[in-house]
């Protein structure tokens, strides 16, 4: 069992910025890949970011460069910064880890960008 913990959200005004973490329980070179998925009201989850275990790192269109996905594998932690921020950022940002079979999602952390 892998537990995830999500912290940093808030209300940010528009082109402010926020850093997202989330904390796993164990090592993350053990777990396949990491990612942050952001959900809106009535919406399917979507990804964000990712980063595997080799450290290569992919992003959603809509990110545009405005995001960046890192990871501290002494603090089993990873991050996502998130710059120029728009009101449509506005949702429940998740994360979420995979080892082997396995899929694991953080309770989330509300992000809510005012325009």
């Known amino acids: 069992q892998v537990q995830l913990v999500e912290s940093g959200g808030g209300l940010v005004q528009a082109g402010g910025s926020l850093r997202l973490s989330c904390a796993a329980s164990?090592?993350?070179?053990?777990?396949?890949?990491m990612a942050w998925y952001r959900q809106f009201a009535g919406k399917q989850r979507e990804q964000v970011a990712a980063i595997t275990s080799s450290g290569t790192t992919s992003y959603g269109d809509f990110v545009k460069g405005r995001f960046v996905v890192s990871r501290d594998s002494a603090k089993n932690t990873v991050y996502l910064q998130m710059n120029s921020q728009q009101a449509e950022d506005t949702g429940v940002y998740h994360c979420?880890?995979?080892?082997?079979?396995?899929?694991?999602w953080g309770q989330g952390t509300q992000v809510t960008v005012s325009s």
């Open positions: 164990i090592s993350i070179f053990r777990l396949g890949s």
């Open positions: 979420k880890a995979i080892k082997f079979s396995a899929t694991y």
